[in-house]
T-cell receptor
């Protein structure tokens, strides 16, 4: 199993550009989520999904869109990038609520995407 | 609101010395607590987790953590630190299928 994969590893955008960060997992996990990591602030939840077709907002959702059309993929879209979105983005997955919920399962993290918005 | 506090931004210890990283949480019910480690340029790896039962939890790489409800703490310990333990450590609490992270503690290891 490849686990959780993220592409690209690095990206530089200009203000106002759009892009999609890709996340895929091959563990048949129900639960997937996106976090951003900023110095001194730990990881903050952007959006999450408890299954295909179901998404919800986390702590810092503004400026980001997600969709979950398949179990495997959970892309994160920036519609109009801003310098405040410069960060490292992590995708994570876990077996999810149908197997007892997150509290009974570990979240597996991808390697991250480092995004710079100029 | 649920929150996690890691009061130490940086900690430096000598190789072979003992380590304790502090974590305090705010949560209304019985918390589900985690410690993750992040090596430079890498993703997060789970060290250990507490759900219920024994308040002293053993994890990977020789780490352990103790849950103290009276102090709202979940401190991470290791009796003898190795140079490879240099990394950033995050404490987290689960809330409605979501993880709330502390701001992290960066561990530096002196040779």
């Amino acid at each position: 199993n490849a686990g959780v994969t993220q592409t690209p590893k690095f990206q530089v955008l200009k203000t106002g550009q759009s892009m999609t960060l890709q996340c895929a997992q091959d563990m048949n996990h129900e639960y997937m989520s996106w976090y951003r990591q900023d110095p001194g602030m730990g990881l903050r939840l952007i959006h999450y999904s408890v299954g295909a077709g179901i998404t919800d907002q986390g702590e810092v959702p503004n400026g980001y869109n997600v969709s979950r059309s398949t179990t495997e993929d959970f892309p994160l879209r920036l519609l109009s990038a801003a310098p405040s979105q410069t960060s490292v983005y992590f995708c994570a997955s876990s077996p999810g609520p149908s197997t007892g919920g997150l509290r009974y399962n570990e979240q597996f993290f991808g390697p991250g995407t480092r995004l710079t918005v100029l | 609101a649920q929150s996690v506090t890691q009061p130490d931004i940086h900690i430096t210890v000598s190789e072979g010395a003992s380590l304790e990283l502090r974590c305090n949480y705010s949560y209304g019910a019985t918390p589900y607590l985690f410690w993750y480690v992040q090596s430079p340029g890498q993703g997060l790896q789970l060290l250990l987790k507490y759900f219920s039962g024994d308040t002293l939890v053993q994890g990977i790489k020789g780490f352990e953590a103790e849950f103290k409800r009276s102090q709202s703490s979940f401190n991470l310990r290791k009796p003898s630190v190795h140079w490879s333990d240099a990394a950033e450590y995050f404490c987290a609490v689960e809330s409605s299928y979501k993880l709330i992270f502390g701001s992290g503690t960066r561990l530096l290891v002196r040779p």
